[in-house]
């Protein structure tokens, strides 16, 4: 087990590092302390041949410049909040509007777009990790309470990758933090995710309108393309359906400890997404175009995939859904484990 630290880039005189995590069977994960972005993934497929499974870029400037929250953590709140605003104790709290009215992944300059700073490495004979931290002022992007958030990150040599992350605020807020990783399990993004299976022990999804915000309605997925519960492919899934004519951007409710298992034939990778969280949005790439991605390969639609476990979507403006409201002095965790591995 290693960990490799090296300088990845700078803006305005602040360095930007980057660290490698390895394990004795040569998988490796990286990632930089701009916005804690996972950059590279290297897992083996069926006959050992180590590729990157998510998207990623070469440079610093491209992370800074690009829009689409590669490997990013999304925070304070991930994903849409409606009209960029809630209320709170009678008071009502104004965000950044940084999608037309709504406020998406915590505003203009959310968690994807800071440096986070070096906590804790820590390097066992099983295990190797990383801890990062970034200090959220009160009032950024309009959220109250000063936030102390770490996000950790564990490497096994069983093959798992753990993010998990530890809040505290000197005032209540949301907090909702999520990875937002495209995986790719062909590797190197050679094909479209389209022939990925997928399955998903979620009962419900959360339709969406045509802001793509939750309605407030939670819906069996039974005779729907969101029925993940057996194993089916992403281009079955979708069907003819004009809810997924552009692909999936959907909350589902997961089960109870329930898993997600994504796996491609092609490669024979499979990867299981373990998590403590209440929801995962799937999202397909649908807005992807052509960048230029590291390893030699372009983006462009459905060339990843996202599985941001998290909180539901906009929970603070539906008070039937369960809350992401972390308490002045309470701590908040969240934990995902990705385990790779393969299929015959
Ligand atoms: C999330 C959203 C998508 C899109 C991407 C970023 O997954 O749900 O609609 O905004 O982030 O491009």
Sequence with gaps: MDIRKEIFGEIEGKQVDSYSLKNDH??????????????????????????????????????????????AIAGRVAGRIGNARYSWNGKTVELTPN??????????????????????????ADRV????????????????????VDASYTLTDKGSFLIEYQAETDSDTPVNLTNHSYFNLSGDAKYPILDHTLQMEADAYLPL????????EIRHVEGTPFDFR???????????????????????????????????????RTMTVETDQKSVV?????????????????????????????????????PHFPSVMVKAGEVDRASTVYTFGVKE
């Design 282 to 318: 799937l999202y397909t790439g649908n807005f992807l175009t052509g960048e230029r991605l590291s390893g030699g390969g372009t983006a462009g639609r459905h060339k990843g995939l996202c599985l941001e476990t998290q909180g539901y979507p906009d929970a603070v403006n539906h």
């Design 209 to 216: 309108t045509e802001e793509n915000l939750p309605t407030g």
């Design 26 to 71: 040569g998988m490796e994960v990286s990632f930089i302390t701009y916005g804690g972005t996972v950059t590279k993934i290297l897992a083996p497929d069926r006959n050992g041949c180590l590729e990157n499974v998510v998207l990623g870029f070469d440079t610093l400037d491209e992370y800074i410049k690009h829009t689409h929250y590669f490997g």
């Design 129 to 148: 990790s990383v801890t990062i931290s970034y200090y959220s002022r009160n009032g950024e992007e309009g959220y109250p309470g000063n936030l102390k």
């Design 230 to 268: 057996q194993p089916r492919t992403i281009l079955e899934g979708m069907g003819e359906s004009e809810e997924t004519k552009d692909g999936y951007d959907h909350p589902f409710v997961l089960k109870k400890d329930g898993s997600v298992v994504l796996s491609h034939a092609g490669s024979g």
């Design 99 to 124: 999608e037309g009215r709504n406020h998406l992944h915590g505003g203009s300059i959310g968690f994807n777009h800071v440096i986070w700073n070096e906590e804790k490495v820590s390097v066992a």
